[in-house]
């Protein structure tokens, strides 16, 4: 169960703002790392939401994908979108659980995947990351030793400057990426849970968003519920920002600032970790 975000209710409307994006990166690192055809493999899409970078996997050839997410309601859309691969038993299982634990036998899978999920597992306030850190504990116990895992995430460093509708107000930001971990964060936890980084990347833009450069978006509440920044945000941070955007758009000036305050097209917003059993 995500600690701030309430995903049955995120479900109805994520497929109209996400995308599966880099999925074609994540494919190729899986089967060159693993060292075996995508058909011959066995991915965990943990927190795999409404199965979009499970579909993607599928369709690329990955043979068998299962399927994990604590919200009832993002599992109902998942299963929707991949009947036909539940029918043909490409999708293995489809587990209603809350991380962590990881509910499989030791080294079920040949590669586990966490696209935008681990920042869910502790809330605001709490401290150390001591779910992520049990939960890729978890993974480790889980995925094969010669085995791989995948992580998406977005970095403080980009949230705090690459997003252009982080910069209204830092001081919300800087409350937000406390649930980020960095990269000196996320290597620290590699060292305590037994995994080696092979590569981090970068993707370059802001497709995994829809409507990413809608200037006007922040006024708008299903806008701003295509991302969990958004929930950390009080009603009167919600009030200044919605503010500051209006009087920005009178002025004419309101697509300069975006311009001037976004990164994505050049630094990018997602990154990718991808790791080895030590
Ligand atoms: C931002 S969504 C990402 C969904 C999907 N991976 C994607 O990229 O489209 C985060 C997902 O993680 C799930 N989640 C959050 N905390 C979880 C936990 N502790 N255990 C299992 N799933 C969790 C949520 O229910 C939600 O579906």
Same mark, same amino acid.
């Given at each position: 169960?995500?600690?701030?975000?309430?995903?049955?209710?995120?479900?109805?409307?994520?497929?109209?703002?996400?995308?599966?994006?880099?999925?074609?990166?994540? $494919?190729?690192?899986?089967?060159?790392?693993?060292?075996?055809?995508?058909?011959?493999?066995?991915?965990?899409?943990?927190?795999?939401?409404?199965?979009?970078?499970?579909?993607?996997?599928?369709?690329?050839?990955?043979?068998?994908?299962?399927?994990?997410?604590?919200?009832?309601?993002?599992?109902?859309?998942?299963?929707?979108?991949? $009947?036909?691969?539940?029918?043909?038993?490409?999708?293995?299982?489809?587990?209603?659980?809350?991380?962590? &634990?990881?509910?499989? &036998?030791?080294?079920?899978?040949?590669?586990?995947?966490?696209?935008?999920?681990?920042?869910?597992?502790?809330?605001?306030?709490?401290?150390?990351?001591?779910?992520?850190?049990?939960?890729?504990?978890?993974?480790?116990?889980?995925?094969?030793?010669?085995?791989?895992?995948?992580?998406?995430?977005?970095?403080?460093?980009?949230?705090?400057?690459?997003?252009?509708?982080?910069?209204?107000?830092?001081?919300?930001?800087?409350?937000?990426?406390?649930?980020? &971990?960095?990269?000196?964060?996320?290597?620290?936890?590699?060292?305590?849970?037994?995994?080696?980084?092979?590569?981090?990347?970068?993707?370059?833009?802001?497709?995994?968003?829809?409507?990413?450069?809608?200037?006007?978006? &922040?006024?708008?509440?299903?806008?701003?519920?295509?991302?969990?920044?958004?929930?950390?945000?009080?009603?009167?941070?919600?009030?200044?920002?919605?503010?500051?955007?209006?009087?920005?758009?009178?002025?004419?000036?309101?697509?300069?600032?975006?311009?001037?305050?976004?990164? $994505?097209?050049?630094?990018?917003?997602?990154?990718?970790?991808?790791?080895?059993?030590?």
């Amino acid at each position: 169960m995500s600690k701030y975000e309430d995903y049955n209710s995120a479900s109805r409307n994520y497929d109209n703002q996400r995308f599966a994006m880099g999925s074609d990166v994540m $494919a190729a690192m899986i089967q060159f790392h693993c060292g075996k055809p995508l058909k011959d493999l066995h991915v965990l899409d943990a927190g795999c939401g409404t199965g979009n970078y499970a579909k993607a996997l599928i369709d690329y050839g990955v043979g068998q994908v299962t399927l994990l997410d604590a919200s009832p309601g993002m599992l109902e859309k998942a299963k929707v979108k991949l $009947a036909d691969a539940i029918e043909s038993g490409k999708i293995k299982e489809v587990v209603e659980a809350t991380m962590p &634990p990881i509910p499989f &036998p030791d080294a079920s899978f040949d590669a586990v995947m966490f696209n935008l999920v681990l920042h869910h597992l502790d809330g605001e306030g709490d401290t150390g990351f001591r779910m992520v850190i049990e939960t890729l504990k978890e993974t480790r116990r889980v995925v094969r030793p010669d085995g791989f895992l995948v992580i998406s995430t977005c970095l403080p460093s980009t949230c705090l400057h690459s997003v252009w509708f982080t910069q209204f107000n830092l001081k919300l930001t800087e409350r937000y990426v406390k649930v980020l &971990p960095s990269l000196e964060q996320f290597s620290e936890m590699f060292n305590t849970t037994k995994f080696e980084c092979m590569q981090k990347l970068n993707t370059i833009g802001s497709f995994f968003l829809d409507e990413y450069y809608n200037v006007e978006g &922040p006024l708008d509440k299903s806008w701003r519920q295509g991302s969990s920044y958004w929930k950390f945000a009080t009603e009167e941070e919600i009030n200044v920002i919605e503010k500051k955007l209006k009087e920005l758009k009178q002025s004419g000036e309101l697509e300069n600032w975006v311009r001037a305050h976004d990164r $994505a097209n050049t630094a990018g917003v997602l990154t990718w970790i991808f790791c080895k059993p030590q």
